[in-house]
C-alpha cells in the first residue's frame, strides 16, 4: 500500500524521485517515469538532473533502474545541460519504430525558451539518446502530455503562448513527428499539468491553473473530437475538503489500470522539491461528466 498525498517509497525503501512523471505499461511491467529532484531547491529551483525510472508489477511495490536520462554536464552550454529545466517527461512505446521515445519540456532557469525536447531508447529503462528540441508548429510548449487516443493516434497537448492557450498538435505513427496539425483550445483560460481522457462518445481534459507548485482548482473540459469544440466545466475533485485546490496537489498524467481511469497527482513542495508527494485517483466518466475521487490508499492492481 502507498499514502496517497505523500513522498512514496520504492523497494530499497528510499524516496521515489518520479515527479511529474508517466506510467507505460508495457510487456507485462509498468515503467513509471518522472523527474529526479533529489537536490537542494533554492528559490523554488534546481539543477537539471535528468528523469529516473521504476518497474513494478502491482503499481505498489516500485524498483529503482536508475536514471534513464541524465542532463548533459559537458559541454557546460548544452541545451539540455545541468542549468537547464527538463520537465514532465512522458514515455510512449513506437510499435513502427519500436523503440521507446521520450518527451519532456525543455527550458532555461525563467522559462523563457519553451521547447519541446525527444530522446530514443531500444529499451523501456534506457539509455535514451538525446535527439533535440523545437517549438512544436513554432508555438510555445510548456507543460504537456503525450495523448494516445484509442485507434493508436497521437496528439501532442501542451500550454502554449506564454501558458495562456492549450495547444493540441496531432503527432504522425511514429511518435516522432508533428503532421502540422493542431489547434488552440482554453484560449486565454492560463491552463497547465494537462490529463487527457477519450471515454466512450466523449473526450476529456483535467487542466490546473498556473500558479507554479502552489496547487489551485482543477478544472475538467469536454468535446466530442479531440479538434473539437473544447468546453471548461467545472471542479471534477470530490471527497475531501481540500477538494478545491486539487487535494494539494496537481493533475500529473492518466493511467489505465484495473479495467478502469485513474490520475496520478504531484504534492509538490515548492520549498523542497525533492520531498513531493505522489496520488493515484480513480476517476469516473459519465457522458460528459467526470469525477476525480479522493481515497487515502492506492492499492494497485486488485
Ligand atoms: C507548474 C508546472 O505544472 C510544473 O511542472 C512546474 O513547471 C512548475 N509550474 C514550476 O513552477
Known amino acids: 500500500m502507498q499514502k496517497n498525498g505523500t513522498l512514496w517509497k520504492d523497494t530499497d525503501g528510499a524516496d521515489i524521485q518520479a515527479h511529474g512523471g508517466c506510467i507505460l505499461f508495457h510487456n507485462g511491467t509498468y515503467y513509471w517515469y518522472g523527474e529526479n529532484k533529489n537536490a537542494v531547491t533554492v528559490k523554488r529551483r534546481m539543477d537539471f538532473i535528468g528523469f529516473s525510472c521504476y518497474t513494478s508489477k502491482n503499481l505498489v511495490d516500485w524498483k529503482n533502474e536508475g536514471l534513464v536520462f541524465k542532463a548533459f554536464k559537458e559541454p557546460a552550454n548544452h541545451e539540455a545541460g545541468i542549468k537547464c529545466i527538463g520537465e514532465r517527461p ?34 523501456p529503462v534506457g539509455p535514451f539518446e538525446y535527439m533535440g528540441s523545437f517549438k512544436p508548429n513554432i508555438r510555445d510548449c510548456c507543460d504537456f502530455t503525450v495523448f494516445i487516443d484509442n485507434d493508436e493516434k497521437a496528439y501532442f497537448i501542451c500550454a502554449g503562448d506564454m501558458n495562456k492557450t492549450m495547444l493540441i498538435h496531432e503527432m504522425d505513427d511514429t511518435y516522432t513527428k508533428f503532421t502540422g496539425a493542431y489547434k488552440a483550445i482554453f484560449t486565454d483560460q492560463a491552463r497547465e499539468a494537462p490529463v487527457f481522457y477519450h471515454v466512450g462518445d466523449w473526450y476529456y481534459s483535467a487542466t490546473s491553473g498556473c500558479t507554479g507548485y502552489s496547487p489551485n482548482a482543477m478544472l475538467y473540459g469536454t468535446s466530442e473530437h ?37 490520475m496520478m497527482l504531484d504534492h509538490w513542495n515548492p520549498e523542497d522539491i525533492r520531498v513531493s508527494g505522489y496520488s493515484i485517483l480513480p476517476v469516473n466518466f459519465d457522458g460528459g461528466y467526470m469525477e476525480v475521487l479522493w481515497e487515502d490508499e492506492w492499492n494497485g492492481i486488485k
Request: net charge positive; proline share 1%; aromatic share 20%.
Open 90 to 123: 512522458k514515455v510512449v512505446y513506437s510499435k513502427k519504430l519500436k523503440k521507446f521515445v521520450l518527451w519532456f519540456h525543455l527550458d532555461n532557469m525563467t522559462y523563457e525558451l519553451r521547447r519541446a525536447a525527444w530522446a530514443i531508447s531500444d529499451s
Open 226 to 262: 479531440i479538434f473539437g469544440r473544447w468546453r471548461l466545466w467545472d471542479n471534477p475533485c470530490m471527497g475531501r475538503a481540500d477538494y478545491r485546490k486539487t487535494f494539494q496537489g496537481q493533475s500529473c498524467n492518466s493511467l489505465f489500470a484495473n479495467g478502469r481511469w485513474y
